[in-house]
């Protein structure tokens, strides 16, 4: 059984720093990506960034240059660090695995970040 779990979330002012972690487990995923996604109240859930299982990283332009994904393979975890945080920032983040060619069908439940401004 997959599971994948969050932490690291909280109130932060802006222009502060988070670091977000998310352990997997329930079978191997070193091949897997391993991304972030968030939802504020109210509307969808967008896509923050992804990681590869050789490294090849994606983010989406609201966060790039502000925001750093990571892995760690041997811990299977993935790690989102945030920094110049913004008020718009305030979501539910959500940790996420897809196999190679597959779709992000295994999710986490969800840590909350809030922005203050």
């Known amino acids: 059984q997959v599971q994948l779990v969050e932490s690291g979330g909280g109130l932060v002012q802006a222009g502060g720093s988070l670091r977000l972690s998310c352990v997997a487990s329930?079978?191997?995923?070193?091949?897997?990506?391993m991304g972030w996604f968030r939802q504020a109240p109210g509307k969808d859930r967008d896509f923050v960034a992804e990681?590869?299982?050789?490294?090849?990283?994606s983010y989406s332009d609201s966060v790039k240059g502000r925001f750093t994904i990571s892995r760690d393979n041997a811990k299977n975890t993935v790690y989102l660090q945030m920094n110049s945080l913004k008020p718009e920032d305030t979501a539910a983040y959500y940790c996420?695995?897809?196999?190679?060619?597959?779709?992000?069908?295994?999710w986490g439940q969800g840590t909350q970040v809030t922005v203050s401004s």
């Open positions: 329930g079978r191997p995923f070193g091949t897997y990506f």
């Open positions: 996420a695995v897809k196999p190679p060619g597959g779709k992000y069908d295994y």
């Open positions: 990681i590869g299982w050789s490294g090849r990283i």
